[in-house]
C-alpha cells in the first residue's frame, strides 16, 4: 500500500504525486557496499570509480490498458518513453513505494514537459481508456560508473551500469585467458589477471597465467612458453636449452626423441619415387638430385629430410619445409654410418 505521497503542482496545474521505490539505494555509498563485497584484489584495492545515479522518471500514463495503469520511462532519447513490461516493473521496484518530493535537479517547468511528453504517448497508443492528466512519477535511479582494481602501481577498470535497485556487480574478464572472474591479482610482467590463472614459473619464478605456461616433457616443470619450443619430431614443448642436435639432420629435438643416435625423423627415412608428389617440389627446386639413383624421404613439423644415394656416395640434405631452403647438408659413403658435414651445396663433387 503506497504511503500518503506529498504534492507540487506542474506549469501544467496539475496536481502530480511523486514517489521512489521503496528499497532503492539512496547513495552511491549504498550501492558500492553492495557491489564491492563480492570482489577480491590479491595485494591490492577494489572501489567505485567515477559512480553516479541519476534519477529517471517512470511516469503512469494517464490510461488504462487490458485493465491496468501503464508506465512509460522517459529519458532523454525517447520521447514518447520506453513501456515498462511486467519484468521491469517488479525490476524497478513499482509494487512497493513510497512518498517523496520532486528532485531538486528538476524545476515545475522540465516537470510540464515530462507530463506533455507523457500526454502525448497516451495519446499514441491510440487505444486504452482515457483516464484523465497523468498525476504520478516515480523517481528511480540508474547506476553508472566503474568497478577499479588497484594493486600496487597497476590499475584496471570493468565499467557497469544498470538500475541501481538491482544491478549486478560485472565479472572481470581475464585479458590473458578470458575467463571471467571475481578475483584477481597481478603477474610479474605488470598485468591484472584472474586470481585462478596466477602460477609460477619453475624456472625464473616469474608468476604468470597459466594459460601462458607449458610442461616441459624433459624436466616435468611448468615454465613460461616463451623460453620453450616445439621439439618438431615428438610435438612435446621443451626448455630450449634442453633441446639437442641430431647427430644425423643436426635439427633441435627433445632427448627423448633420439634412438640409437638419430632422431624420429631420421629413422623414418623412406624410399621414394622420383614422381611423388611430396618429392616433386624438392627436385623443382634441386633439379641436380635426379641424378642420383636412390631418393629417401622423410618430414618432421618443420623440414624435409632428403638422403640422396649412387652406388659408392650419398648426400643428405635438411631442408626447410616451407621455403625449401637448405639448412644442413652432409656428404657420406655407402656402407658408413657416419656423414661429414658441407660447408656449401656448392663446392666442386657435391651433387
Known sequence: MDAQPSQTTADTASAVTH???EDQPL???DLAQRLLREYRAEGGTVHLAGCTLDELPVIRLPVVFGGRDVYRIFGSSDELGREVDDP???????????????PNTVSPREE??????????????????PVGQADKIVWCKYARGKIQFTIGELVSQIPFGGWARTV????YRCPASGQETFAVAATSDGRIVAAEQIGQCQQTGRRLPRCEMVRCAVTD???????????????????KQRLVPCPLCREPVSPQALDHGRCRGCRSLSAVCYDDQRIQPILAKYPLLSRWQWLRLAETETAFLVVAAGFFQRRLLVLDKQSL??????????????WSAAASTDEPGFW
Open 221 to 239: 616443470q611448468w615454465v613460461s612458453r616463451e623460453l620453450t619450443e616445439r621439439c618438431p619430431v615428438s610435438g612435446q614443448m621443451v626448455l
Open 27 to 29: 547513495r552511491v555509498s
Open 19 to 21: 514517489w521512489v521505490p
Open 112 to 129: 510540464g514537459r515530462l507530463l506533455a511528453r507523457a500526454a502525448a504517448a497516451a495519446a499514441d497508443m491510440g487505444q486504452g481508456q
Open 168 to 171: 549486478a556487480p560485472p565479472a
Open 325 to 338: 631452403n637448405i639448412r644442413y647438408a652432409a656428404r657420406g659413403n655407402r656402407g658408413l654410418s657416419s
Open 88 to 102: 521491469l516493473f517488479y525490476q524497478l521496484g513499482l509494487s512497493r513505494l513510497v512518498a517523496a518530493d520532486r
